[in-house]
Nanobody, 117 residues
Framework: QVQLVESGGGLVQPGGSLRLSCAASGSTSDINAMGWYRQTPGRERELVAAILTNGLTNYGTSVKGRFAISRDNAKSTVYLQMNSLRPEDTAVYYC???????????WGQGTQVTVSS
């Protein structure tokens, strides 16, 4: 069983930066993909970024070119560097870890990111 702990959220001004971290523990050997979705009330869940163990990445259209995801496989940790933040980026960011051997991903507790003056 995998557990995820997220950190790094907070309040930042438009144009600023934040870095999110998501650390996996437990049965991490079967994890293939990790990343973040975000959720804003009234909007559909949106993929932010994902990364495979082999380094392949995928980004949501709205964050491409501004955010960068990376991973440290030895630490079973992924990082999301968020630059040029906009008010529209305000959301709860949920880390996830997925395995090809499981139907459903494991989700972190979520971390609030607020971009405001």
């Amino acid at each position: 069983q995998v557990q995820l702990v997220e950190s790094g959220g907070g309040l930042v001004q438009p144009g600023g930066s934040l870095r999110l971290s998501c650390a996996a523990s437990g049965s991490t050997s079967d994890i293939n993909a990790m990343g973040w979705y975000r959720q804003t009330p009234g909007r559909e869940r949106e993929l932010v970024a994902a990364i495979l163990t082999n380094g392949l990445t995928n980004y949501g259209t709205s964050v491409k070119g501004r955010f960068a995801i990376s991973r440290d496989n030895a630490k079973s940790t992924v990082y999301l560097q968020m630059n040029s933040l906009r008010p529209e980026d305000t959301a709860v960011y949920y880390c996830y870890a997925d395995s090809p051997y499981k139907r459903d991903p494991v989700w972190g507790q979520g971390t609030q990111v607020t971009v405001s003056s």
